[in-house]
T-cell receptor, first 117, second 114 residues
Framework: AQKITQTQPGMFVQEKEAVTLDCTYD???????LFWYKQPSSGEMIFLIY??????QNATEGRYSLNFQKARKSANLVISASQLGDSAMYFCAMRGVNSGGYQKVTFGTGTKLQVIP | NAGVTQTPKFQVLKTGQSMTLQCAQD?????MYWYRQDPGMGLRLIYYSASEGTTDKGEVPNGYNVSRLNKREFSLRLESAAPSQTSVYFC?????????????FGDGTRLSIL
């Protein structure tokens, strides 16, 4: 079984500041993947960044980076230079596999980020 | 450039009524998923289909059935709707095999059961 925990229901950050959203996970799989998604108030789910369990370097995508600490089983999302448009719900998710080798994805409960002007 | 298309976008049902939520993807993905999203609970997996011809239960399958009609389409059926099934339902698809391919989501269906 796999589990994702996001302990911050809500966060505030000042515009142009950096913010870290926490995510811890639990799995018995040796190979797994971690995703972050953004859900604005309009409701759609937007893929942000991916980290594979065997990737040696932390993933980065523009202003998003993933602080992956495998021994601590954490995969925190760092947003640099926050913008007003970053205000949204953020979900951490983990990819496991079923017996056929196909993806099965589990989501955390999300963190609501509000960027303050 | 449709991606994942869900219909309908909104629906109101009475307790005991049945309905089917439709989902289609045009990305030739192997795997498709149905989630429900409730306040404070994130997305919970109802059913998924790893590949055409297969379906598996997720975390909260009770009260639902699914059909993987072909590679493109994956429908979710509520046989006898209950107020506890009031939620936002998302369909998603992905290439399926291990790797960094993310899931692609539809825009969701807001379902209210009275």
């Amino acid at each position: 079984a796999q589990k994702i925990t996001q302990t911050q229901p809500g966060m505030f950050v000042q515009e142009k500041e950096a913010v870290t959203l926490d995510c811890t996970y639990d799995t018995s799989d040796q190979s797994y993947g971690l995703f972050w998604y953004k859900q604005p108030s309009s409701g759609e789910m937007i893929f942000l960044i991916y980290q594979g369990s065997y990737d040696e370097q932390n993933a980065t995508e523009g202003r998003y980076s993933l602080n992956f600490q495998k021994a601590r089983k954490s995969a925190n999302l760092v947003i640099s230079a926050s913008q007003l448009g970053d205000s949204a719900m953020y979900f951490c998710a983990m990819r496991g596999v079923n017996s056929g080798g196909y993806q099965k994805v589990t989501f955390g409960t999300g963190t609501k980020l509000q960027v303050i002007p | 450039n449709a991606g994942v298309t869900q219909t309908p976008k909104f629906q109101v049902l009475k307790t005991g009524q049945s309905m089917t939520l439709q989902c289609a993807q045009d990305m030739n993905h192997n795997s498709m998923y149905w989630y429900r999203q409730d306040p404070g609970m994130g997305l919970r997996l109802i059913y998924y289909s790893a590949s055409e011809g297969t379906t598996d239960k997720g975390e909260v399958p009770n009260g639902y059935n699914v059909s993987r009609l072909n590679k493109r389409e994956f429908s979710l059926r509520l046989e006898s709707a209950a107020p506890s099934q009031t939620s936002v339902y998302f369909c998603a698809s992905s290439e399926g095999r291990q790797g960094g391919q993310p899931q692609h989501f539809g825009d969701g269906t807001r379902l209210s059961i009275l």
